[in-house]
Structures are given as structure tokens and as C-alpha cells.
């Protein structure tokens, strides 16, 4: 088991590079990165695969493996609507390709979110 910190334990105006830069300083041995609405160290539902090779090459870098992605965007997968429903599923998709392309290998969501 690594020790791992939420990127969002680091200030938010820290791009990548600085966030792990600063994680590993601190001790840390795995960092769990965030699907957000944005923000310098966010990943979004924009971020593409060219994006995330970047950002796995800093992984690299800091040896500071991705431990997860966790997400404060989505709604409810339980919802009576359709549409919310929908929004949902597509977050989990997207945290699902983020994971397996920073080689994460948990997502953290909250199903009735929203």
C-alpha cells in the first residue's frame, strides 16, 4: 500500500508539474487526480489522451504513480431523468478512460450525487 494525497490537498492554482512537484516534497508516494470543472491541476471532460500522456509523463518523472481519479462533477445515476442519468454515466466513462490511460487503478464516485 502506498501513502497517496488528493491533488486537492495542493493549492489550485498549481498546474501539474508544480502539484507533483509538491506532492512527492511532501512524502507522498501516489497522488489521486480530480475530473473537475476546471482549475490549473483538473482534469476535465475536454482532456484528451495527448493531455494525459503529458500529465503521465510527469507521473513518471516524480515516480508518483496516479493511485485514482476522483471527480466533483456528475449527478445522479439514479436520477428519474433521463438526461441527468445520462450526465452521470458519461462522467464515470470519462473517469474510467482517465484511469486507464494514467494507469490508476480505482475511480471514486458518488452515485447519488447531485
Known sequence: ???????????????????????KAAGFE????????????ALTMETTAADLEKIAELSR?????????STSIGGNIGSKD???REEAKNVVKKQLFLAKHLGA??????????
Do not use: C, Q
Open 1 to 23: 500500500m502506498k501513502r497517496s494525497v488528493n491533488a486537492w490537498a495542493v493549492g489550485a492554482d498549481y498546474g501539474f508539474e508544480e502539484t507533483f512537484s509538491k506532492v
Open 30 to 41: 501516489a497522488i489521486e487526480l480530480n475530473l473537475d470543472a476546471g482549475g490549473a491541476h
Open 61 to 69: 518523472r516524480f515516480e508518483l504513480p496516479v493511485s485514482g481519479i
Open 82 to 84: 433521463e438526461a441527468e
Open 105 to 114: 487503478s480505482a475511480i471514486l464516485t458518488v452515485p447519488g450525487a447531485g
